[in-house]
């Protein structure tokens, strides 16, 4: 069982920058496939960006790309996403997730991740 934690949401202007970490449990982290998924008020949960086990490779939903940059550390168990250029529509609650069976290729489906974190929320103001 792995246990995921999110932090570093927050209230922001437009415009500005948060970053989210979430810290991963268990020995195996390496060997996930990593992904944040964001569900904003009254929408369904959707793909934001997922990064390898390794890190080589990344994936972002274009509504984010050249905006946020996720990233891993496997020495501390971790992995970031860097959001940039924040606009309202951005506001959502942030969720971590962990793909068990994938290291190298990247899926953006939701049922693909095996463990979620609770979430974290980020606020965009106009």
């Known amino acids: 069982q792995v246990q995921l934690v999110e932090s570093g949401g927050g209230l922001v202007q437009a415009g500005g920058s948060l970053r989210l970490s979430c810290a991963a449990s268990?020995?195996?982290?390496?060997?996930?496939?990593m992904g944040w998924f964001r569900r904003a008020p009254g929408k369904e949960r959707e793909f934001v960006a997922a990064?390898?086990?390794?890190?080589?490779?990344?994936d972002y939903a274009d509504s984010v790309k050249g905006r946020f940059t996720i990233s891993r550390d496997n020495a501390k168990n971790t992995v970031y996403l860097q959001m940039n250029s924040l606009k309202p529509e951005d506001t959502a609650v942030y969720f971590c997730?962990?793909?068990?069976?994938?290291?190298?290729?990247?899926?953006?489906?939701?049922?693909?991740?095996?463990?979620w974190g609770q979430g974290t929320q980020v606020t965009v103001s106009s």
């Open positions: 990064i390898s086990g390794r890190g080589f490779n990344t």
């Open positions: 997730a962990a793909d068990k069976v994938h290291t190298i290729a990247i899926l953006t489906t939701i049922s693909a991740y095996d463990y």
């Open positions: 268990g020995r195996s982290f390496g060997s996930y496939v």
